[in-house]
């Protein structure tokens, strides 16, 4: 089954925005406690991920999303322009 370019930008997405909620709702609200038995910096791991680690990972995901969307972008337009040519003969 061959996926169009929405489809697998929806699942790119999907993925990368679960992982986001994971990181910042998982890691910083509901394990906040047991990670606060490790230290960072003197700070307790969870306090660091529900202040400044989840923002990181956003803004970390986002280049992620900008790699993805051009490698999918490449793809589809090298698939785009070969059906071209085939029309053309």
Same mark, same amino acid.
């Given at each position: $089954?061959? !996926?169009?370019?929405?489809?697998?930008?929806?699942?790119?997405?999907? =993925?990368?925005? #679960? &992982?986001?909620?994971?990181?910042?709702?998982?890691?910083?609200?509901?394990?906040? *406690?047991? !990670?606060? *038995? +490790?230290? +960072?910096?003197?700070?307790? !791991?969870?306090?660091?991920? @529900?202040?400044?680690? #989840? &923002?990181?990972?956003?803004?970390?995901? &986002?280049? &992620?999303?900008?790699? =993805? $969307?051009? %490698? !999918?972008?490449?793809?589809? @337009?090298?698939?785009?322009?070969?059906?071209? *040519?085939?029309?053309? %003969?």
């Amino acid at each position: $089954m061959k !996926l169009s370019y929405w489809q697998l930008n929806l699942i790119i997405l999907t =993925l990368l925005l #679960s &992982i986001w909620f994971i990181v910042s709702f998982g890691f910083g609200i509901i394990w906040s *406690e047991r !990670l606060d *038995e +490790i230290s +960072i910096g003197g700070f307790k !791991l969870g306090f660091w991920f @529900s202040q400044q680690g #989840s &923002i990181y990972f956003f803004v970390f995901i &986002i280049f &992620i999303y900008v790699y =993805l $969307m051009n %490698k !999918l972008d490449k793809k589809f @337009s090298k698939d785009f322009n070969q059906d071209k *040519e085939k029309g053309d %003969k």
